[in-house]
């Protein structure tokens, strides 16, 4: 069974979760301009997350935050981000490592990512095949035009876009990177 040491699938990670962290030190730096605005998807129980324990008790696995009129303090760093938001007009300060991003959305210019957490099994144990060895995250999938966004928010969401499936629009393109993988 031929094994994959370079981990090309991480290297994409890696890659794709780069994308996210150069949009955020624009917006740090810069402001966000235009109509963009940044929906970020976390996992509120991963490694490094720091929120009040009120959000966290409000959303124990996952939440998404909106970064479009009101937040403050946006500093970007090569692990993690940190921005100031207000939950029910109280700022709260979150530490988010771009690990624990699920999912990062920008609707006005129809662009988006979702990211696969870890797993810690490759396929090849889980199924038996000959698939490249892929312990560790799988590739994300990247999305062309991401579901159409909820109205404008006052900088800070629970909701995330789309309908509660998760499913992309109709319009939506979604391109999974397992589908040019050599089974």
Same mark, same amino acid.
């Given at each position: ?8 699938? !991480? ?50 696995? *996952? ?6 009129? !009101? $937040? ?13 938001? !207000? ?19 920008? %609707?006005?210019?129809? $662009?988006?990512?979702?990211? !696969? ?6 396929? *090849? ?14 590739? %994300? ?5 991401? *579901? ?10 629970? *909701? ?19 589908? $040019?993988?050599?089974?």
């Amino acid at each position: 069974m031929p094994i994959n040491l370079l981990r090309y699938d !991480q290297m994409i990670e890696e890659a794709l979760r780069g994308v996210v962290r150069r949009a955020l030190r624009t917006a740090a730096e810069s402001g966000l301009p235009g109509n963009h605005h940044f929906y970020i998807t976390f996992k509120t129980t991963a490694p490094g997350v720091e929120i009040a324990p009120r959000l966290k008790e409000k959303y124990p696995e *996952e939440m998404t935050i909106v970064l479009q009129y !009101q $937040f403050w303090a946006l500093e970007v760093g090569t692990d993690l981000f940190t921005v100031t938001l !207000q939950f029910n007009d109280v700022p709260e300060r979150l530490v988010v490592p771009f690990a624990a991003v699920t999912a990062f959305a920008d %609707p006005a210019a129809k $662009f988006g990512l979702q990211f !696969q957490q870890e797993t810690g099994v490759a396929p *090849e144990e889980a199924t038996g095949t000959d698939a490249p060895a892929t312990r560790g995250a799988s590739a %994300p999938t990247v999305r062309a035009k991401p *579901e159409p966004a909820p109205p404008a928010s006052t900088g800070a969401s629970a *909701e995330t876009p789309g309908d509660a499936t998760g499913a992309p629009a109709d319009d939506a393109k979604v391109v999974a990177l397992d589908n $040019f993988r050599r089974k």
